[in-house]
T-cell receptor, first 113, second 114 residues
Framework: GDSVTQMEGPVTLSEEACLTI???????????LFWYVQYPGEGLQLLLK?????DKGSNKGFEATYRKETTSFHLEKGSVQVSDSAVYFC????????????FGQGTTLQVKP | DTEVTQTPKHLVMGMTNKKSLKCEQH?????MYWYKQKAKKPPELMFV???????INESVPSRFSPECPNSSLLNLHLHALQPEDSALYLC?????????????FGPGTRLTVL
C-alpha cells in the first residue's frame, strides 16, 4: 500500500542553520504531497504542497520539490529560527477521490538560540 | 472564515459515560474527517464524510459513532470508551475529497478516559 517514510528525529539545530528533513514515498499513480507542521499543544497546519512532478511548494521560507524519479519530497529551509521548533509531518493523498491522507511518522525539530 | 473549530478543547470521561465531540467549518468544504492522534505519533484516519455521507470508516470500533448533520458540522459520539482511547482527536475539512485538495485541521479535543 501507499506509505511515507521520514527521517527520524529529533533534529537539533542552532538558530540560522540550514534545515533538510528527508521524506520519501511509495504510491501508485500520481499522489499529491504535503508538509504539515504541528506546534506543541496544537492541531496541524499546512506548510506547503505539490500536486504534480517537479512542482515546488514554498511557504514561510520552507521549500520542497516533488521528485517523481526519486519518489522524494524533502523539506528545506535556509535559515531556521527558534520559532520553527515543532513536529513536521510529510504526507500524501493517493490518486483518486477518497481524500485519504497518509502521514509519515513525523520529525521533531528543535532550534536552539 | 478560514478555520475549523472544535469543542470541547479538553474532555475527561469515565468508561460508562456518553459524550460528543463537535467540529464546525464555514468554508463551504464538502469533505470532513476525524483523526485520532496518540502522543508522538502521526494522526490516524478514522472516518471520512463526503457530501454529508460516510464514505470511509477505517475499521473503527462501534463505541465511536460519527454523525454529519449538515455540510458545516461533524460530530463524534463516544460511548463506553476504554482508557486506551485517550488521545487527541482532530477534525479536518477539505473543499472536496480529492487528492488535490489540502485538509484544514482544527486544534483538536484532548480526550482522557478514566
Amino acid at each position: 500500500g501507499d506509505s511515507v517514510t521520514q527521517m527520524e528525529g529529533p533534529v537539533t539545530l542552532s538558530e540560522e542553520a540550514c534545515l533538510t528533513i528527508n521524506c520519501t514515498y511509495t504510491a501508485t499513480g500520481y499522489p499529491s504531497l504535503f508538509w504539515y507542521v504541528q506546534y506543541p499543544g496544537e492541531g496541524l497546519q499546512l506548510l506547503l504542497k505539490a500536486t504534480k512532478a517537479d512542482d515546488k511548494g514554498s511557504n514561510k521560507g520552507f521549500e520542497a520539490t516533488y521528485r517523481k524519479e526519486t519518489t522524494s519530497f524533502h523539506l528545506e529551509k535556509g535559515s531556521v529560527q527558534v520559532s520553527d521548533s515543532a513536529v513536521y509531518f510529510c504526507a500524501l493523498t493517493p490518486s483518486g477521490n477518497t481524500g485519504k491522507l497518509i502521514f509519515g511518522q513525523g520529525t521533531t525539530l528543535q532550534v536552539k538560540p | 472564515d478560514t478555520e475549523v473549530t472544535q469543542t470541547p478543547k479538553h474532555l475527561v470521561m469515565g468508561m460508562t459515560n456518553k459524550k460528543s465531540l463537535k467540529c464546525e467549518q464555514h468554508m463551504g468544504h464538502r469533505a470532513m474527517y476525524w483523526y485520532k492522534q496518540k502522543a508522538k505519533k502521526p494522526p490516524e484516519l478514522m472516518f471520512v464524510y463526503s457530501y454529508e455521507k460516510l464514505s470511509i470508516n477505517e475499521s473503527v470500533p462501534s463505541r465511536f459513532s460519527p454523525e454529519c448533520p449538515n455540510s458545516s458540522l461533524l460530530n463524534l459520539h463516544l460511548h463506553a470508551l476504554q482508557p486506551e482511547d485517550s488521545a487527541l482527536y482532530l477534525c479536518a475539512s477539505s473543499l472536496q475529497p480529492s487528492s488535490y485538495n489540502e485538509q484544514f485541521f482544527g486544534p483538536g479535543t484532548r480526550l482522557t478516559v478514566l
